[in-house]
Every structure is written in structure tokens, then in C-alpha cells.
């Protein structure tokens, strides 16, 4: 789980009073936001200590606190009109209880006896951690680019504080690794701004050599410390010789994705006129089979026959990024999310997926959450179910519809209060 975080930043300015001197300290480098801060305040001198005085310029020098504790024990509060369900107190400490990113870069000081200042500050950052980054272009699963030419990539974060890092990387393998070979140029970043947080999209223009067929590009962000979000990764395709004249497949020119059904028969063929010299055109598939060449005419064709063997996988579960198998603990009152993977040919998209438990439907997506936070009744098992419809470039042929599931239980864990 990532709690969004609060840092502090103590500025110290050297000063020491003749009556004594002050200094404000904050209880830790780092709080989760919405959750408290506490702040003390040490007086050192020979005069009587009858007040500690706390203060909060905010971020704009706006006065947000101005807050008077009566010394010695029993300690109280001097002023009148506040708010006390934001703050408690003891003699030297003042405790903010729901610090959130409306006091980022606020300042805090405090004084004793009303006429000695703290020698420092604490000055308020809040950060807000992202949740995920998502490789939202090219669409397709590869990205298919003729040696020399650039493809345009493109990586949008969940919105944060501070702003986002995306970084870019080419692995060897289909999931996405800061272990891969970092890309450093060619990279434009554009960040976007709403409820003061900060969402970045960046984008890489990328030149492909014949050296990346078959490597995989992906991107990562962060914006807290070591806190890494991966993207998917959009393999690599590169056309080392590209044809002068690019070869077609009769009576589908104008189709680039030509779809066959599951253990249908097909037969295509495929055809390049001109061209200097004479182009040789070869099939290309996973197991490598080749039909022999049939030179008429000045040009060349081949015949081949294809059986498509690309139904959806049996569905996979992630708890917020992270794979698990069909038994998935969480703790009360948190705010997970489960997300179910399949993958084919067609890919099913988003909306190929439902949620159901029991006879209910309870999520028409991949993904899976529960709003305020998983409650004890929403324990038991649920059911992923993908449906994807393969649909032939032949349109004589049927539509088949391909549906599969998988099982999870959602173990619920009590919360001790």
C-alpha cells in the first residue's frame, strides 16, 4: 500500500535572545498526509517561561495559526474563537491533526514570553505519491517502425505532489524493468495541474535501428523517493528493408490487420509489382514455415494457409500492480484495487471484462475496487469473466465468440481499534 506522505523541511536561522533563546522541532521527516504533525518548541534561558506563542505564516504569508499556551502546568490556551478540533496541545507542543496539501510550504515559528523568537522554522512540504503510470500510445501491442524512423511513445501518471519523474527504458522482455537500458534522449515532458495536484504526460520520439526488432519499450514514474510505478510495454517491430513497392494481399489492400477465426482455414496471397530490383517476398510467421515462390509475369506471389490460435488466456489477478494468486488478503477499510489480466488475439479491452459475485454484477471493467474501502461483507468469492468476439476479414464467414473466467476469494482482515 502507498500512503500519500508528508515531508518537513526545517530551515534553521541562527539567533539566540539575551533572555534566552528557542528552538521548533517537528516529530518526524515524513507524515502521511491526513494524518497529524506535531511540532515542539524549547526554550532555554534564565527567565521565567510564562508562554509559548505558536505561529503559522502559510503559504502566501496569509496568518493561519496564532495560538497563545499559558505556562506553567496546568497549561491552556490563552486566546479565544479557535478552532480546537484541528489542533491539541500540551505546554510545549502543538499538534496540526489533519495535515493535507492546502499547507504545502506553510511556515511555522513559535516565541516565548511573546518576545523570543524560535532561531529556525519548519517549513511544510506535502507529498502525495502517484498510483500509477499508464503507456497509453502507441494502441496497438506492437509498434511497428521501418529502421531509421521514429515512432512516437507516450507515458500519462496518475496525479500527484510533488510533480512526477518519468523515465523510459528498452528491456529484452515484455515486462517492464528499471534493470533495462535507460533512453535518455528525444524525451518531452508536460505536466497538468488540478486540485493541486500534478499529472505528467511524457512522450519519447524514438528512432529505431534494425538492432531493436523484438526488444520492448516502457516507461517508469515516481515522485516519492524509491516508489516506482512500471507501465506495459509495446514491443518493438522494426522493418529493416522496407520494398520500394510494398507488397500486397489480393482482394484485402486495403486491410493492415487481416483477422482469421480460431481453427478456421484461410488462404492468402500475397503480391509486389515493380520495384528495382525485382522484390523477393517471403511470409513470415511464429513457426517459421514458408511456401515455396511462384514467379509469373513480373511478379511474385505466394499462397499460404493460416490457423489462428489466439483465444483470450485464463485470467490473471494484480492488487495494485502487484501479481497474486486467487486467494487475495486485504485489510478493512482500505482502498485496494484488483485488477484482472487476460491477454489474446484480439486483446480484450477494458470493457471485455465483468465482475460478478454470486449472480451479481458488481464491475463492467478490468478493474475491481471498492468505494471508502473494502467493509468485512465485502469478503468471498468473486468471478472474473473475459469475453471477446474474434471477427474474420471475411465477411462470410461467422463472428465466435470466446468466453473465459477465473475464481478469486477476497480474504477481509479485521482492524484492531
Known amino acids: 500500500r502507498y500512503d500519500n506522505i508528508l515531508v518537513i523541511c526545517v530551515s534553521c536561522l541562527f539567533s539566540a535572545g539575551a533572555d534566552g533563546s528557542v528552538t521548533i522541532s517537528s516529530s518526524a521527516a515524513t507524515v502521511p498526509e491526513g494524518s497529524s ?24 504569508s496569509t496568518l493561519k495559526y496564532d495560538i497563545t499556551i499559558q505556562q506553567p502546568e496546568p497549561c491552556s490556551i490563552f486566546s479565544t474563537g479557535l478552532n480546537e478540533t484541528l489542533f491539541t496541545y500540551t505546554c510545549n507542543t502543538l499538534t496540526i491533526l489533519n495535515v493535507t496539501r492546502t499547507n504545502q510550504n506553510d511556515i511555522f515559528t513559535c516565541q516565548a514570553n511573546l518576545n523570543i523568537n524560535s532561531g529556525n522554522s519548519v517549513i511544510v512540504s506535502v507529498s502525495v505519491p502517484i498510483s500509477t503510470v499508464v503507456l497509453t500510445s502507441p494502441t496497438y501491442s506492437n509498434a511497428t517502425v521501418n529502421a531509421g524512423s521514429s515512432k512516437k511513445f507516450t507515458c500519462r501518471t496518475s496525479r500527484g505532489l510533488p ?13 517492464c524493468t528499471r534493470n533495462g537500458v535507460k533512453i535518455m534522449n528525444s524525451i518531452s515532458s508536460s505536466p497538468s495541474e488540478s486540485n493541486g495536484l500534478i499529472q505528467v504526460e511524457s512522450s519519447l520520439l524514438f528512432t529505431a535501428s534494425s538492432l531493436d526488432n523484438n526488444l520492448w519499450i516502457c516507461c517508469a514514474a515516481s515522485n516519492i523517493n524509491t516508489q516506482w510505478k512500471l507501465s506495459g510495454t509495446k514491443l518493438l517491430d522494426v522493418n529493416s528493408h522496407p520494398s520500394p513497392n510494398p507488397p500486397v494481399i489480393d482482394d484485402f489492400n486495403k486491410i493492415t490487420d487481416y483477422q482469421m477465426i480460431e481453427n478456421s482455414t484461410e488462404r492468402l496471397t500475397c503480391r509486389s509489382t515493380g520495384g528495382n530490383p525485382l522484390a523477393s517476398l517471403a511470409w513470415s510467421c511464429f513457426n517459421g514455415i514458408e511456401s515455396n515462390p511462384n514467379i509469373s509475369g513480373g ?16 485470467p ?10 486467487v486467494l487475495i488478503s486485504i485489510i478493512e477499510d482500505s482502498a485496494q484495487m484488483v485488477t484482472c489480466h487476460s491477454f489474446g488475439k484480439p486483446n480484450p479491452s477494458t470493457n471485455d471484462f465483468t465482475w460478478t459475485k454470486g449472480s ?9 475496487s471498492w468505494t471508502g474501502g473494502i ?21 462470410s464467414k461467422t463472428q465466435v465468440t470466446t468466453e473465459v473466467s477465473s475464481d478469486v476469494t477476497m480474504n477481509v482482515l479485521c482492524k484492531f481499534i
Open 37 to 60: 504533525l506535531t511540532l515542539t518548541c524549547t526554550y532555554t534561558g534564565n527567565v521565567q517561561l510564562f508562554a509559548i506563542r505558536w505561529i503559522n505564516n502559510g503559504n502566501n
Open 163 to 175: 510533480q512526477p519523474t518519468v523515465e523510459w527504458y528498452m528491456t529484452s522482455s515484455n515486462s
Open 299 to 314: 511478379s511474385v506471389s505466394r499462397s499460404v494457409q493460416f490457423t489462428a490460435r489466439h483465444p483470450p488466456s485464463t
Open 316 to 325: 490473471e489477478f494484480q492488487l495494485n500492480g502487484t501479481p497474486v494468486g
Open 360 to 368: 451479481a454484477v458488481v464491475s463492467s471493467n478490468s478493474v475491481l
Open 375 to 395: 467493509r468485512v461483507q465485502d469478503g468471498g468469492s468473486y468471478k472474473c469473466i473475459v469475453t471477446t468476439t474474434m471477427t474474420p476479414s471475411d465477411t
